[in-house]
Nanobody, 129 residues
């Protein structure tokens, strides 16, 4: 199983970026990608990894309070890909962003990194003031 995150970069405050996470491998070819909860987490230097957003098989979406109204998560099941559109970026959004996937995570655990079996390699987002 592989999750390949991309789309990170350096932007000024107020700018936008779109992250992508493409899933591939045995588990995603034999089992519908749609059965996975797909999430984004981020980790800033010296800080714990924190939940950013999740989308489930019913396309219900969940966001951390810090990104509500600015970030939008979506999925394209035909492409086995999940996206994170990030608008109105702030310096405090600077972090390595990771995508994560799991088939069995329940709603109350979406926010916990330990609930996910599969992780991407991370993509760096840097927002300058």
């Amino acid at each position: 199983v592989q999750l390949q995150a991309s789309g990170g970069g350096s932007v000024q405050a107020g700018g936008s970026l779109r992250l992508s996470c493409a899933a591939s491998g045995v588990s995603f070819s034999s089992v519908s990608f749609n059965s996975y909860v797909m999430s984004w987490f981020r980790q800033a230097p010296g800080k714990e990894r924190e939940f950013v957003s999740a989308i489930n098989r019913g396309r219900s979406t969940y966001y951390a309070d810090s990104v509500k109204g600015r970030f939008t998560i979506s999925r394209d099941n035909a492409k086995n890909t999940v996206y994170l559109q990030m608008n109105s970026l702030k310096p405090e959004d600077t972090a390595v962003y990771y995508c994560a996937a799991d088939r069995q995570v329940i709603v109350s655990s979406y926010f916990s990194a330990s609930s996910y079996d599969y992780w991407g390699q991370g993509t760096l987002v840097t927002v300058s003031s």
